[in-house]
């Protein structure tokens, strides 16, 4: 079974909205790290928090994490274009350190 | 900077057939990960390796095996292909932190099309 869903499967916004994609997991874990995918190309990492973080900013990017809750939230703030994509988060488990899980995806497309 | 090179970048099979992918992981990487992505899915886990040896299994079929060489490179071994192996497969590298999982850098991956 998948370690991370993510909330929604697809979302459509307007260029300079905002984008909040969510992610649940089941286990305890060690980190979560956000990705982003272009069709058909490899995975580019975006940003990792760790367990002991609730908050964390890159740029256009603000992940949230809450371990309560075992979720985690990014925020992409004035999107644009070329951020259309699919985001995936993945998660690592104590003990676990070379097996990481990913979500299911966010689909997202910004129109221009 | 040097990033993962994963070769052959397409491939087409028989089925039944034999196929072998490559992987070469960012230089001092001691960490190499492989996944199966299915159109429109997500990466699934396979096999990692830690400093050549195997550390953890996912969802990896007995058809598949896979090792790490001792110039630290990889090879995915899939044996007995099926249609339903047609996939992208990716491998990642990684330094290990002391607080679990770094972030994973990927190649462009390995599209395997099984006739």
């Known amino acids: 079974s998948q370690q991370g869903e993510e909330d929604p499967q697809a979302l459509s916004i307007q260029e300079g909205e905002n984008a909040t994609m969510n992610c649940s997991y089941k286990?305890?874990?060690?980190?979560l790290q956000w990705y982003r995918q272009n069709s058909g190309r490899g995975l580019v990492h975006l940003i990792l928090?760790?367990?002991?973080?609730r908050e964390k900013h890159s740029g256009r990017l603000r992940v949230t994490l809450d371990t309560s809750k075992k979720s985690s939230s990014l925020l992409i703030t004035a999107s644009r274009a070329a951020d259309t994509a699919s985001y995936f988060c993945?998660?690592?488990?104590?003990?676990?350190?070379?097996?990481?899980?990913f979500g299911t995806g966010t689909k997202l497309q910004v129109i221009p | 900077a040097a990033g993962v090179i994963q070769s052959p970048r397409h491939l087409i099979k028989e089925k039944r057939e034999t196929a072998t992918l490559k992987c070469y992981p960012i230089?001092?990487?001691?960490?190499v990960y492989w996944y199966q992505q299915g159109p429109g899915q997500d990466p699934q886990f396979l096999i990692s390796?830690?400093?050549?040896?195997?550390?953890d299994k996912g969802s990896i079929p007995d058809r598949f095996s896979a090792q790490q060489f001792s110039d630290y490179h990889s090879e995915l071994n899939m044996s007995s292909l099926e249609l339903g192996d047609s996939a992208l497969y990716f491998c990642?590298?990684?330094?290990?932190?002391?607080?679990?999982?770094?972030?994973?850098?990927f190649g462009e991956g390995s599209r395997l099309t099984v006739l």
């Open positions: 990642a590298s990684s330094p290990s932190t002391l607080r679990g999982t770094g972030e994973l850098f």
């Open positions: 928090i760790r367990s002991n973080e």
């Open positions: 390796f830690y400093e050549k040896m195997q550390s």
């Open positions: 230089p001092r990487h001691d960490t």
């Open positions: 286990t305890s874990i060690n980190n």
């Open positions: 993945a998660t690592d488990a104590p003990g676990g350190y070379q097996k990481v899980t």
